[in-house]
Structures are given as structure tokens and as C-alpha cells.
């Protein structure tokens, strides 16, 4: 099932894409909802970042070029972020460059929708607490990581998370490709399998330090390929089973110049 958030008519709503058509619903996706009767088509509305997360955390560097390539042993403490909400945008929505930079890097990434809260379990439980999962672009602003390793701010400013257009339920994460295209040529094209940490590992390991909660969206990782971009470039971050999450770029200046 695809859930999506959307505008219309002036109104923001819930619904389920099936095909053309948003059937809209009522309630919350994670517990009780129904449909309410009201249908819209698809190209009607305009989508939004399908959920407000509870919270982002990323991880870093965890995809390799090719299987073989993968280490035999993994990082004991792998390296894991926070993204603030605050930096939660939707399809089609700005990428800000900010003022003091002139390019910001993009990053395509499988993103993995907790339903359910969950602490402390093992690797082999973990899809039993996944709701879904959807695309998210995992911007980045590497002239602000700190020498001594912070990548905080560098990941956290306003539009810096994309996310969309949908959460698909129904998907095995592990048979999915994670793509990106810069104005409309390939950049990133890697399975899954190519992650360092895998996704059960990951979410688990996360469990033994946090609780984690209905809404937290955890970022996998970007594939190999991610590159700086400009204003007025336009990123496509695509996984064929969820949809494609189209952003484009526009620096800071040029909003300040519109105001
Ligand atoms: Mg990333």
C-alpha cells in the first residue's frame, strides 16, 4: 500500500495511491484510519512529504561500488546522525543552498518508516516494526562538518531532507535499487546490497540505544555517485517501487533577492 500526505483544494490530506487515484483517508496511518470517500487523481494534487517524522537519524557511508568490495567486519560503533524535522521537505518543493556556500551535495537514499515503538530487538525482528519505507535525499553541506568530525550542521538546515512521494508498505527492502539523476543523467544506481551496514543490523543496533517510535524515519545510506550540485540543478532520487522524489536547487540569495 502507498500512503501520501497532499494539498488540495486548499486542504492538506492523507490518502492511498492506487494507481491514478488517491482515495483519502482519516485517522493515523500507524494506528486507526478509514477511508473517508473522497477520491482525487493523482495529477489533481500536489504531494507532500508523506509523513512529519518524529525524528531522522542517518548513517554515513554505507554503501561500497561492488559485493565484493564489502567488509568482512563491520564498524563496531557505526557512524549514525540526527537531522532535524525542521529540515523535512516534499517533492518538488526548493533545495536551499544557504548564503554562505555556493553548492551543497545531494544524496538518494532508501528511508525506513518505523510503525511500530521498539527497543532492544534483535536483527531477525526488525521488519515486524518497519511500517514502510520511502526516498528521502539526505542533503548535505560538507563545508560545514567540523574538523573534528560534527557533521551536525552540515546536514541540518532547512530543506535539507526531501522526502517522498509515498511510503510503500509493501516492499522488500532488500530487493530494491536506489537511484539518483543530476539534470537527467544517472549519478547513483546501486542495489542494497551494496550497504556496509545492512538495514536489520542497522535498525537493530539503533534499538539497543534508543527507543525507537511510530514516525522515526532512519536514512540508509547513499550509494556511491553522489555529487556537489548548483542552483537550478534538479535532482531526481528515484526507487522504482516507491516513486521518484524530484527537487530542485536554488540558493538563498536568489530568495532573498525575491522577497
Ligand atoms: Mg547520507
Given amino acids: 500500500m502507498k500512503f501520501a500526505r497532499f494539498s488540495a483544494n486548499g486542504k492538506i490530506s492523507l490518502g492511498v495511491l492506487d494507481k491514478g487515484t488517491i482515495r483519502e483517508i482519516d485517522g493515523d496511518i500507524f494506528g486507526e484510519w478509514n477511508y473517508t470517500g473522497n477520491e482525487f487523481y493523482k495529477d489533481q494534487v500536489r504531494f507532500l512529504a508523506p509523513l512529519k517524522p518524529n525524528q531522522i537519524i542517518g548513517i554515513g557511508a554505507n554503501y561500497v561500488a561492488q559485493v565484493e568490495d564489502l567488509p568482512e567486519e563491520l564498524p563496531d560503533i557505526p557512524v549514525f546522525f540526527l537531522k532535524p524535522i525542521s529540515s523535512v521537505i516534499g517533492p518538488d518543493e526548493k533545495i536551499v543552498i544557504p548564503n554562505e556556500i555556493s553548492q551543497v551535495k545531494f544524496e538518494s537514499e532508501l528511508a525506513v518508516v518505523i510503525g511500530?515503538?521498539?527497543?532492544?530487538?534483535?536483527?531477525?525482528?526488525?521488519?515486524?516494526?518497519?511500517?514502510?519505507?520511502?526516498?528521502?535525499?539526505?542533503?548535505?553541506?560538507?563545508?560545514?562538518f567540523h574538523p573534528n568530525g560534527h557533521w551536525t550542521i552540515g546536514k541540518s538546515f532547512?530543506?535539507?531532507?526531501?522526502?517522498?512521494?509515498?511510503?510503500?508498505?509493501?516492499?522488500?527492502?532488500h530487493q530494491i535499487r536506489v537511484e539518483?539523476?543530476?539534470?537527467?543523467?544517472?549519478?547513483q544506481n546501486s542495489g542494497t546490497e551494496?550497504?556496509?551496514?545492512?538495514?536489520?543490523?542497522?535498525?537493530?543496533?539503533?534499538?539497543?540505544?534508543?527507543?525507537?517510535?511510530?514516525?522515526?524515519?532512519?536514512?540508509?545510506?547513499?550509494?556511491?555517485?553522489?555529487?556537489?550540485?548548483d542552483a537550478e540543478d534538479s535532482i531526481e532520487c528515484e526507487i522504482k517501487e516507491i516513486g521518484t522524489l524530484k527537487n530542485t536547487f536554488i540558493h538563498e540569495r536568489a530568495i532573498e533577492n525575491i522577497r
Fill in 158 to 173: 532547512d530543506t535539507f531532507t526531501p522526502l517522498g512521494p509515498v511510503i510503500e508498505t509493501d516492499l522488500d527492502p
Fill in 194 to 229: 551494496l550497504m556496509i551496514v545492512p538495514l536489520r543490523k542497522m535498525v537493530s543496533y539503533l534499538t539497543y540505544v534508543m527507543t525507537l517510535q511510530p514516525g522515526d524515519v532512519i536514512l540508509t545510506g547513499s550509494p556511491l555517485g553522489a555529487e556537489m550540485v
Fill in 180 to 187: 539518483a539523476r543530476l539534470n537527467g543523467v544517472e549519478k
Fill in 116 to 144: 511500530k515503538e521498539v527497543k532492544n530487538v534483535p536483527e531477525s525482528d526488525v521488519l515486524d516494526y518497519v511500517f514502510g519505507y520511502t526516498v528521502g535525499n539526505d542533503v548535505t553541506a560538507p563545508q560545514f
